[in-house]
Each structure stands twice: as structure tokens, then as C-alpha cells.
């Protein structure tokens, strides 16, 4: 079975500074790799996506993350965050197992502040 | 992009009557919607997995009869909260498949039921 594990459920950081968000991942099988975004009341964002190739994953609005098969982690990161990004933020995991299900992280609250 | 809309975006209704939500998926065909429930402050849990022209695949302690999903078409997939009760108070999304090959859902928008 596929289970994934966010570290932090809340993260508050100063404006303009860097921020990491963790995810880790547990699965017996090859897995895809998501980060989603989601602002009060509204649907998820895709942010980035990992498949297959490069480790090292853009996204939009400045985030990447890397893929870290021995560590079997996929943490997301922003060199400088903003007030919008204040948001819920997901990692999410989906493989063979279950039919290409997904399976979402309980969730990172980024908090930025002023 | 794949687009998918979900009606209505909001929804109140008094216990124990019956609410239909709809997911679309407007420029594409989606053999595989799925459907989800985000109880306030908390993650997606995954409910059903709803594939055209056949019966819907509930995950372990969601009732079938108390959450009916209908893909009757390649664009539209249903979900009725039947004898809705206040403690089905939730936001529902629904996303869906574009297929093999492309390993990524495509989220509707949610939307939020309030049962009184």
C-alpha cells in the first residue's frame, strides 16, 4: 500500500525568505509524485509533478522540489515566498498499487508573514 | 489545459433530503472521475472511483447507497448525497483521469454542502 507522510502541518516564515515544505512516501512500486495547492474554498492546484527523469522539479510560482529515491522523499521548496503564497499545500502519490489512486498527505498550512 | 467544473459551488439543504452534485470535465473525455471528501482542516479522503458505463468502486467505510455516483457519460459523473444528515456537512471535489499515459487528475473546483 501506498502511504504518504507530511512532516509539518504548519509552517509560518517571514516574507522573502526561503521555505521548505517535507514529504515523504512509502510504496512498493514505482510512484508519480505531485505537489498540490489549495486556497480557502476552492479546488486543488497542481504545482509540480514528478514521473519519471530529472530529479529536480519546477513548478509554477517559483517552487520546485526533489526527488530523493533513497530517502523516498519529495520535499518542496521556494528560495523567496510571498503573502499569496500563504495557502494548504499537499503531497500527493499515485502508482500501480490501487490503480493509479491517489493518495494526498494530511497537509502543510504555509503561513507567511510580514 | 483539462478543465473540470463541479455544480453547484455551494449547496444548504435541510436533513434528510436528497443533494445531486455534478462534475464535468469540459474539453475533455474522462473515462475515470474520482470524488472526494475535505472535512474543514483536513486532507482529501478518496470515496469513490467512478467509471463510465459501469458501476462505481467505493473505498472500505463509504456507503454505497448514501453516496450514489453516476458516469453516465464521458463527460459528466454525479454524486448524490440521498437522506443527507448534518455530519454529511462537507467539501466534496471530484477529479478526473485523461487516461494512461498521462498519470495526473485534474481537480473540479469543490463544492460545499451544508445539511441544517
Known amino acids: 500500500a501506498q502511504s504518504v507522510t507530511q512532516l509539518d502541518s504548519q509552517v509560518p516564515v517571514f516574507e522573502e525568505a526561503p521555505v521548505e515544505l517535507r514529504c515523504n512516501y512509502s510504496s512498493s512500486v514505482s510512484v508519480y509524485l505531485f505537489w498540490y495547492v489549495q486556497y480557502p474554498n476552492q479546488g486543488l492546484q497542481l504545482l509540480l509533478k514528478y514521473l519519471s527523469g530529472s530529479t529536480l522539479v519546477k513548478g509554477i510560482n517559483g517552487f520546485e522540489a526533489e526527488f530523493n529515491k533513497s530517502q523516498t522523499s519529495f520535499h518542496l521548496r521556494k528560495p523567496s515566498v510571498h503573502i499569496s503564497d500563504t495557502a494548504e499545500y499537499f503531497c500527493?502519490?499515485?502508482?500501480?498499487?490501487?490503480?493509479?489512486?491517489?493518495?494526498f498527505g494530511a497537509g502543510t498550512r504555509l503561513f507567511v508573514k510580514a | 489545459g483539462a478543465v473540470v467544473s463541479q455544480h453547484p459551488s455551494w449547496v444548504i439543504c435541510k436533513s434528510g433530503t436528497s443533494v445531486k452534485i455534478e462534475c464535468r470535465s469540459l474539453?475533455?473525455?474522462?473515462?475515470?472521475m474520482f470524488w472526494y471528501r475535505q472535512f474543514p482542516k483536513q486532507s482529501l479522503m478518496l470515496m469513490a472511483t467512478s467509471n463510465e458505463g459501469s458501476k462505481a468502486t467505493y473505498e472500505q467505510g463509504v456507503e454505497k447507497d448514501k453516496f450514489l455516483i453516476n458516469h453516465a457519460s464521458l463527460t459528466l459523473s454525479t454524486l448524490t448525497v440521498t437522506s443527507a444528515h448534518p455530519e454529511d456537512s462537507s467539501f466534496y471535489i471530484c477529479?478526473?483521469?485523461?487516461?494512461?499515459?498521462?498519470?495526473?487528475?485534474?481537480f473540479g473546483p469543490g463544492t460545499r454542502l451544508t445539511v441544517l
Open positions: 477529479s478526473a483521469d485523461l487516461g494512461q499515459g498521462y498519470n495526473e487528475q485534474f
Open positions: 474539453d475533455f473525455q474522462a473515462t475515470t
Open positions: 500527493a502519490v499515485s502508482g500501480l498499487t490501487g490503480g493509479f489512486k491517489t493518495i
